[in-house]
C-alpha cells in the first residue's frame, strides 16, 4: 500500500507559480511511475503531468507543457509539480497518483494509488 499526501496548494495571480509536493509513504516510490491529475469545477478529471521511476522520462498535458514541470526525489519519496506562469484555467484541485507500471503513463486508470488533493486557485 501507498499513501499519498499532496500539499503546497494556494491562491496565486495569473501568471504566478506554485511547486506542489506528493509525499508518499506505505512503501518507497523507487519503482513507481508517477502523475499529476486535476479536476476543474464542472470539468472531468484530467492527465496533467507524469514521470517514470528513474525521471528520465516525462509526459505533460499539451496545456501545460512548457509551463509546468514534474520532478521526482526517490530518496525523500517525493515527487513534485512545479507550475509557472498560472492562468485562471489552470483552478483546480490536484492529484498526486502512482502506478506499478514503472514508465510514465497518462491514463487515469492505469493508477492504482491516489491521494487526496490540494486545491489551487489563480485569479486574474
Known amino acids: 500500500q501507498v499513501q499519498l499526501v499532496e500539499s503546497g496548494g494556494g491562491l496565486v495571480q495569473a501568471g504566478g507559480s506554485l511547486r506542489l509536493s506528493c509525499a508518499a509513504s506505505g512503501r518507497t516510490i523507487g519503482t513507481l511511475g508517477l502523475g499529476w491529475f486535476r479536476e476543474a469545477p464542472g470539468k472531468e478529471h484530467e492527465f496533467v503531468a507524469t514521470i517514470s521511476w528513474n525521471g528520465r522520462s516525462a509526459d505533460y498535458a499539451d496545456s501545460v507543457k512548457g509551463r509546468f514541470t514534474i520532478s521526482r526525489d526517490n530518496a525523500k519519496n517525493t515527487v513534485y509539480l512545479h507550475m509557472n506562469t498560472l492562468k485562471p484555467e489552470d483552478t483546480a484541485v490536484y492529484y498526486c497518483?502512482?502506478?506499478?507500471?514503472?514508465?510514465?503513463?497518462?491514463?487515469?486508470?492505469?493508477?492504482?494509488?491516489w491521494g487526496q488533493g490540494t486545491r489551487v486557485t489563480v485569479s486574474s
Open positions: 497518483a502512482a502506478t506499478s507500471y514503472g514508465t510514465a503513463i497518462t491514463t487515469r486508470g492505469s493508477y492504482t494509488y
